[in-house]
């Protein structure tokens, strides 16, 4: 069974930085890719970035290009990590934000954290 524990959400000023994290794992967890993505009120989820575990290419959503950024951390063979680095953050940019792991043709998914930006 996969798991995935996100922490780092919060309330932050329209300009500010904040970064999430997030933990996958499993017995022998060796995930395709990892990634965010978020789910604003009234809105679809929708992809914020992710990273391909082996390649570690990245691809991120036009709306966050040159101001979120990505990371991945083979820690052990059942645990995996994936952080997301959020610079200049924009009223928009306020959602649920959750973690995704595709693993073994099936995806997971973590139990969000919010993210408000607000002055």
């Known amino acids: 069974q996969v798991q995935l524990v996100e922490s780092g959400g919060g309330l932050v000023q329209p300009g500010g930085s904040l970064t999430l994290s997030c933990v996958g794992s499993?017995?022998?967890?060796?995930?395709?890719?990892m990634g965010w993505y978020r789910q604003a009120p009234g809105k679809e989820r929708e992809l914020v970035a992710k990273?391909?575990?082996?390649?570690?290419?990245?691809?991120?959503?036009d709306s966050v290009k040159g101001r979120f950024f990505i990371s991945f951390t083979s820690k052990r063979i059942t645990e995996k990590s994936v952080a997301l680095q959020m610079n200049n953050l924009k009223p928009e940019d306020t959602a649920v934000y959750y973690c995704?792991?595709?693993?073994?043709?099936?995806?997971?998914w973590g139990q969000g954290t919010q993210v408000t930006v607000s002055s």
């Open positions: 499993a017995s022998n967890f060796n995930p395709f890719f």
């Open positions: 995704g792991a595709n693993y073994a043709v099936r995806d997971y």
């Open positions: 990273i391909f575990t082996i390649s570690e290419n990245t691809d991120y959503a």
